[in-house]
């Protein structure tokens, strides 16, 4: 079983930037993918990004290529998403979410076993 605890959200003007992070407790000894998803009212949650166990290997959506950062810290069990240049768009609830059973995720939600509760990501025009 691994824990995870999102921080960092909060509401910001476009244009500004945000880090969030994602504390894993629990079940950590595992190689495990990490991926950070985003969902608002009424649409489907969606990746914005993905790393490896490594971070060797990292995705992005399209809508957030060359403005967010994933990374991650494995001595603090801890990954990132640098958020740069957010827009109105970006506005949405931001989950982590951890597989132990694969090395690297996909986008899919379907790929990953554990979740974080979220946190609240608002950007204001």
């Known amino acids: 079983q691994v824990q995870l605890v999102e921080s960092g959200g909060g509401l910001v003007q476009a244009g500004d930037s945000l880090r969030l992070s994602c504390a894993a407790s629990g079940r950590t000894s595992s190689n495990y993918a990490t991926g950070w998803f985003r969902q608002t009212p009424g649409k489907e949650r969606e990746c914005v990004a993905a790393?490896?166990?490594?971070?060797?290997?990292?995705g992005y959506a399209d809508s957030v290529k060359g403005r967010f950062t994933i990374s991650r810290e494995n001595g603090k069990n801890t990954v990132y998403l640098q958020m740069n240049s957010l827009k109105p768009e970006d506005t949405a609830v931001y989950y982590c979410?951890?597989?132990?059973?694969?090395?690297?995720?996909?986008?899919?939600?379907?790929?990953?076993?554990?979740w974080g509760q979220g946190t609240q990501v608002t950007v204001s025009s």
């Open positions: 979410a951890a597989d132990p059973r694969r090395n690297y995720g996909g986008n899919s939600v379907l790929e990953y076993l554990y």
């Open positions: 790393i490896s166990w490594s971070g060797a290997s990292a």
